[in-house]
């Protein structure tokens, strides 16, 4: 139990244009969903915290008019890269929190790995 | 704020040999701690975790003790197996509940 699943795995766009990746939570309600980017050997930095059905909250540094995050339902959260730039290239990484508040236990999607040429 | 550190890697051993990974922390309150593991391709995995003082987590094999009084989380496993390959990563949870990730550590096991 407690998959889950992120869409696509990969993908390369050219710069100026935008990618949507989604997060899903395939067997639990999540009502906090995570958004997280990996550069190549260092750590997650947390981007974003969503919950469903009320806007994102965006650590500091990250542009939220660039990382549009949409968290539709207890199951689906969207992390949308508008207006990619070579730089965004990186490893996104979503993860979800289980409704059941005993835990807190965030489950972790596979990644995508997004590369603006 | 909060943070982790954990040694740099990689960690090469062979097959059977003992495997320690440290990890240390600076948090304000009183954190839970987390060793997660990421396999080639796949996702983040929680090893194990703790959430008080004196705690130990463990699974499969792998072990780790939340001492208080020295800051630390270290990941200890007594026979390493090549399929523990992965690179591992040392968290807390902060007040919000939101993880604080260490850099990662790569394990390298060889047959």
């Known amino acids: 139990g407690a998959v889950v699943s992120q869409h696509p795995s990969w993908v390369i766009c050219k710069s100026g244009t935008s990618v949507k990746i989604e997060c899903r939570s395939l067997?639990?309600?999540?009502?906090?969903m995570f958004w997280y980017r990996q550069f190549p050997k260092q750590s997650l930095m947390l981007m974003a915290t969503s919950n469903e059905g009320s806007k994102a909250t965006y650590e500091q540094g990250v542009e939220k008019d660039k990382f549009l995050i949409n968290h539709a339902s207890l199951t689906l959260s969207t992390l949308t890269v508008t207006s990619a730039h070579p730089e965004d290239s990186s490893f996104y990484i979503c993860?979800?929190?289980?409704?059941?508040?005993?835990?807190?236990?965030?489950?972790f999607g596979p990644g995508t790995r997004l590369t603006v040429t | 704020g909060d943070s982790v550190t954990q040694m740099e890697g990689p960690v090469t051993l062979s097959e059977e040999a003992f495997l320690t990974i440290n990890c240390t922390y600076t948090a304000t309150g009183y954190p839970s701690l987390f060793w997660y593991v990421q396999y080639p391709g796949e996702g983040l995995q929680l090893l194990l975790k703790a959430t008080k003082a004196d705690d130990k987590g463990s699974n499969k094999g792998f072990e780790a003790t939340y001492r208080k009084e020295t800051t630390s989380f270290h990941l200890e496993k007594g026979s390493v197996q090549v399929s523990d390959s992965a690179v591992y990563f040392c968290a807390l949870s902060d007040p919000a509940q939101k993880l604080v990730f260490g850099t990662g550590t790569r394990l390298l096991v060889s047959p």
């Open positions: 993860s979800a929190r289980s409704s059941d508040r005993a835990t807190y236990e965030q489950y």
């Open positions: 067997d639990f309600q999540a009502t906090t």
